[in-house]
């Protein structure tokens, strides 16, 4: 495989996660042996202009297979067009933002405290980004324990668990997926007790104390209250763990203690107290485990209702479905209960801790993950693995660089005169800051979950798309932080009813939907009132796009392409300045912030001219955004996204 190849390898759909190539209801173990039976792929290359057979080749095939597409338009006068336009507009946004982080301006004093000395010669690094400069800062230690962990768990496997085999088979028997099971979910409790003390300390026996509880709660109530308890357990611990700030020791014994008596020896500090404040000294390495702990709180309620729906559905079993255990499709994995005897108190700690994926996801449900332990995913193949590494160091390169020379973040923290910066710079620095949240939310993501891939279990992949290849605010949904998306649609979404818009009463009921998924989105990211303004404005700037989608139905513009597309583009660039100004609010700068930024590009004429050429920009960009989907069609693939 030449260079370039590799590369087209490596930033092709299939390497990012095979969840998006291939059907879901399709076992990736059908499709190897397609792929290894070199008969079956003559057959199917010799079918006039087939591609692969339907099902394999597609993440949603029988709606692609069903979904006209046109000639491509890569080269044609009008994308060439494009072409040099964004030839020139992508890099003068570069160099936009450069040169208003260079010391010469004015606002470099207000924010150089922001700034420390990088690797790259001559160049100071933005770090006044603290969660990402944690990040960052920790990325040796990540690295080693990324590599450890795997080498560790062989170990285990050969000297302290090992499973004796018949034969190497594809299709381990019942017995061998028991004792596989056994080893792992063993190893990965005992490993989340060690890695939750070393990470916090004293605290960990408050997160095993919350842990013992919701399990109580799921395992030991009536079945039609888990539902509900489970919900109300697991929000109000959110609520909770702000309030009281991680419920220091100190803090509980001076509770405990009472108030003192003045003028008396009771009137000193107790040794309850004092103990308790020794205590919360050992807080390990991330003393602040209340922060954290929300990603644990969805797979909390994700083991709750997959136990509770197994209480219904255990008369349909893989073995009664005649479903091959061994080969599970990612649907089937997800859906069909785990084994009664799997919801124990050991698996239950195994899946809520599992290190590689304990500090920030991607979230994996329980059902799929016990699948997993029993049967490693077929889809985890080295040359895959390989490719995504790359993948992931490209992307953290890519960050190094942009830290290094556009320091946007350290701008935007300072609180800056935005009266000082032109509105090309307003307009890309605001950019710029959305671009730069994005990474640092991919970057950790990826590194975890190439920690599970190397570990054996494939989660979800939480970024599909870059930020900047989105137009539509529902395809955005599905494509940012898919794995929650998928979450929220299995536990929050599906059970509230989904949503349907045949009559105005099904229209309010689904807008009452949309507003109860995104209220506990936004709470679960922080209990903020500009988190809440921004999940309320996505469902705000839903509704556009629906009603665009109702009074302007494709079929009755089969006819006019050309000007359907034309016209879907318009409301594409509407939709992402909608989206760039939720975002701004809910994540960089906030509504005060976001006010400046706007009074500060419409102050002048220049402001509106350059808003003319950003959105002409954006038309563009949009175009090839409808073209990539369109061949990943022609492909089979339909992410809807």
Known sequence: MGVLSFFRATYDLDTLDTRFTISSSTPYKTVIEARDDAAAVAAAASKDGASKPNGLNGSNTSNASNTSTGPSKWNTPEFYLYYLFLGWAVPSMFWVAYHASKPTHPNYPNYERFLAPGWIPGRKIDTSDAQYHTFRANIPAMAGLLLFHPLLRRLYNSFVYPIKSAAQSSRPTLEEADQRLEQRATFDFGFAIIYLIALHGISAFKILIILFINYKLATTLPRKSIPAVSWVFNVGMLFANELYKGYKLGDIAAWISGPGVNGSLLDSESSLVAWGKFLDGYGGLMGRWEILFNITVLRLISFNLDYYWSLDRRPYSPVEKQLDTSALSERDRVSVPAPTKDFSFRNYVAYAIYAPLYLTGPIITFNDFISQLRYKSASIETPRTIRYAVRFALTLLFMEVILHYDYVQAISKATPAWNTYTPAQLTVLSYFNLQLIWLKLLIPWRLFRLWALIDGIDPPENMIRCMSDNWSTLAFWRSWHRSFYRWSLRYIYVPLGGSSFRSPKDAARSLLTYLLVFTFV????????????????????????????????????????????????????????????????????????????????????????????????????????????????????????
């Open 522 to 641: 936004a709470l679960w990211h922080d209990i903020q009132m500009r988190l809440l303004i921004w999940g309320w404005l996505v469902v705000f700037f839903m509704l556009p796009e629906m009603a665009a989608g109702l009074m302007f139905p494709k079929r009755k513009w089969e006819s006019r392409p050309t000007t359907y597309r034309m016209l879907c583009c318009l409301g594409a660039v509407f939709n992402v300045l909608m989206m760039i100004t939720a975002n701004l609010v809910g994540f960089a700068v906030g509504v005060e912030g976001l006010e400046s930024i706007v009074a500060g590009i419409f102050r002048e004429f220049s402001g509106f001219l350059f808003l003319v050429v950003a959105c002409t920009a954006l038309f563009m960009a949009v175009q090839i955004m409808f073209e990539i989907r369109e061949s990943e069609k022609r492909r089979g693939i339909n992410l809807k996204c």
